[in-house]
């Protein structure tokens, strides 16, 4: 599983980002796919995920309310809009993959399947 996240850039507090995480992979719909995010100087962290079908999500508690994570099972693509942004969002944004798991897991070592990330940063 290949995965190559996209999107990130220059924004203003207050203002949006979506990001797109494309998958090269036959069976996309087998994955629960997750967004996290590393600040320099701290550990990477959970920001959403999303189960395979789509039908479920999770969110960090800094993020609900603002926050979208979507998925296009026919695309093999996975977004994060991101809405009110926060200087303290500003951190190098990574989408993941899961498998074989019953709900995408908040871990970072609960996903097989890392993007390069994408930088996002927010000021103020």
């Known amino acids: ?9 220059l924004v203003q507090a207050g203002g949006s ?7 090269s992979v036959c069976t996309f719909s087998n994955y629960h796919m997750g967004w996290f995010r590393q600040a320099p100087g ?11 079908s789509g039908v479920s999500t999770d969110y960090a508690d800094s993020v609900k309310g603002r926050f979208t994570i979507s998925r296009d099972n026919a695309r ?11 200087p303290e969002d500003t951190a190098v944004y990574y989408c993941a993959a899961s498998h074989g798991r019953s709900w995408p897991p908040r871990a970072v070592g609960g ?7 994408t930088l996002v940063t927010v000021s103020s």
């Open 17 to 23: 980002l979506r990001l797109s995480c494309a998958a």
């Open 42 to 52: 701290k550990e990477r962290e959970f920001v959403a995920g999303i189960t395979w």
């Open 1 to 9: 599983v290949q995965l190559q996240a996209s999107g990130g850039g």
């Open 76 to 86: 093999n693509t996975v977004y994060l809009q991101m809405n009110s942004l926060k």
């Open 111 to 117: 996903y097989a399947y890392w993007g390069r990330g």
